[in-house]
T-cell receptor, first 116, second 116 residues
Framework: AQSVTQPDIHITVSEGASLELRCNYS??????LFWYVQSPGQGLQLLLK??????LVQGIKGFEAEFKRSQSSFNLRKPSVHWSDAAEYFC??????????????FGRGTQLTVWP | NAGVMQNPRHLVRRRGQEARLRCSPM?????VYWYRQLPEEGLKFMVY????????ESGMPKERFSAEFPKEGPSILRIQQVVRGDSAAYFC??????????????FGQGTRLTVV
């Protein structure tokens, strides 16, 4: 069965510092991978997605993620964090076939705090 | 182009009452998904619907919960005889094409249900 692990529940960084949020997935075939961001009381906004092709994916707001099949990982990175990046970040994996087609599996999220 | 619209944004119900959550997908989207987010957890899939059809309801609790997506009007998630454990944020997402390669789901802002 598909599953997503985000090992870090809470991360704190200083403004201007680099950021890496970890995501590991379990899926039997080529996964479709997503990173979403959720601000307090808001819905989910898609940051970036990986379907196929280049394993380094660029997203909005200066974020990027790298798909590493050998490590079953899809870590999110940003070279310089801004105070407005403080939010909760969710990694998700989607199925491309079978009985779970259409379903996204989410990690439990990483809460990012940014110090000024 | 309006996004996925959910209403109400906040809903308070007493134990034993019914809760009705509405979701209007993005224009041109005929695939709707409902997810539930419990406190301190990621989103969990509940149900996947197309117009007038339930495609996958394997994530729905067997009792008290039902969902529909009629030919006309919004998708409705209905919770009968609510209990305190139903308190959560309920998110709706929609997509334009059938799930699979290249599908991206757009999320609404959610309905936060509180059962008192």
């Amino acid at each position: 069965a598909q599953s997503v692990t985000q090992p870090d529940i809470h991360i704190t960084v200083s403004e201007g510092a680099s950021l890496e949020l970890r995501c590991n997935y379990s899926y039997g075939a080529t996964p479709y991978l997503f990173w979403y961001v959720q601000s307090p009381g808001q819905g989910l906004q898609l940051l970036l997605k990986y379907f196929s092709g280049d394993t380094l994916v660029q997203g909005i707001k200066g974020f990027e993620a790298e798909f590493k099949r050998s490590q079953s990982s899809f870590n999110l990175r940003k070279p310089s964090v801004h105070w407005s990046d403080a939010a909760e970040y969710f990694c998700a994996v989607g199925a491309d076939r079978g009985s779970t087609l259409g379903r996204l599996y989410f990690g439990r999220g990483t809460q990012l705090t940014v110090w000024p | 182009n309006a996004g996925v619209m959910q209403n109400p944004r906040h809903l308070v119900r007493r134990r034993g009452q019914e809760a009705r959550l509405r979701c209007s997908p993005m224009k041109g989207h005929s695939h709707v998904y409902w997810y539930r987010q419990l406190p301190e957890e990621g989103l969990k899939f509940m149900v996947y619907l197309q117009k007038e059809n339930i495609i996958d309801e394997s994530g729905m609790p067997k009792e008290r919960f039902s969902a529909e997506f009629p030919k006309e009007g919004p998708s409705i998630l209905r919770i009968q005889q609510v209990v305190r454990g139903d308190s959560a944020a309920y998110f709706c997402a929609s997509s334009q094409i059938p799930p699979g390669k290249g599908t991206e789901a757009f999320f609404g802002q959610g309905t936060r249900l509180t059962v008192v």
